[in-house]
């Protein structure tokens, strides 16, 4: 799947092209001339009917919507940025989390959780069988399914933690739906992914909360470099859906430090094997940094002129050391 670089072309729509596979064969028939046998299978994509007259309005929130969205999403909503299409997208608003999901790439641009006493420190265990199931709020053919993840080698990767709700059963089970999922590399969803989440759930009971956002990103390096940067770069997707496959994945923590001030402190991981004990250290980034490549505004609160001095604070600077495990000064 051919991928336009994050910041190249921002005033052109992305491109969500499918790669037309080709097969080529060659039948010897004993009696007769060497024949050239072609096929061709296509496949389909959503895009948004821009010119249409008939553009179907977005519902709006209601009063409960609008609730667990001030609940769990700190200093706002997150937008897209300003020449960065993101192509259609659908919100999905559920007690225990909030996302958007690409009804392209069938998978989350966002995950916002708040981490505090309503879900952490109960006596639920990570379910016997895991039930993963495709979100019925999303219709078939702009959704992640089952079957796409069979044998993929990929895991259903959560973005939203089953571990993050151990108190209520339907919130659980809700992390579930696919829609909260992206392909992940087995050794590093079920390892350093795994370890960072439960460091992550350690400050938040520590500090009597946290907010997280998660997310998938699609990024090259060669694209930070004026000599190696191109415009473009490939992913991969798995299943007849297309899931996409995310290059890396980033997750941000913004919560009270010890003296009553907001912290923040964000990690962006490659997808791919890690060793068996990683420096969280080498993995800290701003959160400037993954909104300049991504295109989401995660906290657009923070973009009032009297939150300048918090903007800065949160935003642009960067912790040199990982939080210790009772969280931040």
Known sequence: MLRIAPGALKMTTRIYQRRTPFCCALLAISIGPLLLVSCRTTTEQVRIAYFTRFQKAEAGHTPQEEAI??????????????????????EIVREGYVLEHSLADKIPLWVCEHLGNEDLGGSLKRPDPEPFKPDPKLPPGSRAELKDYKHSGYDRGHQAPSGDETKNQSRQDATYFLSNMVPQIGQFNQHAWEQLEET?????????????????????????????????????????????????????????????QW?????VM???KYPKNVDYKDFIQSIRWIEDRTGINFMPGLDKPENAALHQQLERKVPTEVWPADGPE
């Open 200 to 260: 992550v759930r350690a400050w938040a009971a520590s500090r009597g909360g946290a907010h997280v956002i998660t997310g998938p990103m699609f990024y090259d390096l060669k694209e930070d470099d004026p000599h190696t940067a191109t415009g473009h770069f490939t992913i991969k997707a798995i299943g007849k859906d297309h899931v996409a496959v995310p290059t890396h994945l980033y997750k941000i923590v913004v919560l009270r430090g010890k003296g009553g």
């Open 69 to 90: 969205l001030k609940r769990l999403c700190l200093f706002g909503e997150p937008q897209h940025a300003s020449g960065w299409p993101h192509g259609p997208t659908e």
């Open 263 to 267: 912290r923040s402190i964000a990690f």
């Open 270 to 272: 490659k997808n791919q």
